[in-house]
C-alpha cells in the first residue's frame, strides 16, 4: 500500500497534488477532517484541473474548481454543479487513512 503523505500535509480546504503510477497524477483535499482524492483529469476536456500547483479549490475554497473553463464541482462527491461538464463527475481515486495518521493509496 503506497503511502501519500500525512493528513496534516493537507489542511482543511487545501488540496495537493500527487504523482502515481496507479492513477496518474491525483489530488487530495480535506473538508471537515474527511479526505478527497480525484484524479487530476477534469471529465470536459480531460485535462488536468489547476492552473497553479496545488491550487484546486475556487476563490471561496467551497468547491474543486477546473483552471481552464471554471466548472465547479462538489468536494464530497466530484460532481460537477456548474460548467460544461454538468452532472459529470471527477474520478473517485480510493484512499484510506491509517491510526499513523497516514494517507494510502487503497
Ligand atoms: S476543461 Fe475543465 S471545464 Fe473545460
Redesign the pocket.
Known amino acids: 500500500m503506497l503511502k501519500l503523505c500525512m493528513t496534516n500535509d493537507i489542511p482543511d480546504r487545501e488540496a495537493r497534488a500527487f504523482d502515481t503510477t496507479a492513477y496518474g497524477t491525483l489530488f487530495i483535499t480535506q473538508r471537515d477532517g474527511q479526505f478527497f482524492a480525484y484524479k487530476n483529469i477534469?471529465p470536459?476536456?480531460q485535462?488536468e484541473?489547476e492552473f497553479l500547483e496545488n491550487e484546486f479549490l475556487d476563490q471561496d475554497k467551497e468547491f474543486i474548481q477546473?483552471s481552464?473553463?471554471?466548472?465547479l464541482f462538489q468536494v464530497e462527491t466530484g460532481e460537477c454543479i456548474s460548467?460544461?461538464?454538468l452532472g459529470e463527475s471527477l474520478t473517485v481515486v480510493p484512499i484510506q487513512v491509517h491510526s499513523d495518521g497516514g494517507i494510502y493509496l487503497a
Not at 481552464?68 to 466548472?71: D, E, I, K, Q, W
Request: glycine share 16%; proline share 8%.
Open positions: 477534469c470536459h476536456l485535462v484541473l477546473c481552464t473553463h471554471g466548472a460548467g460544461p461538464c
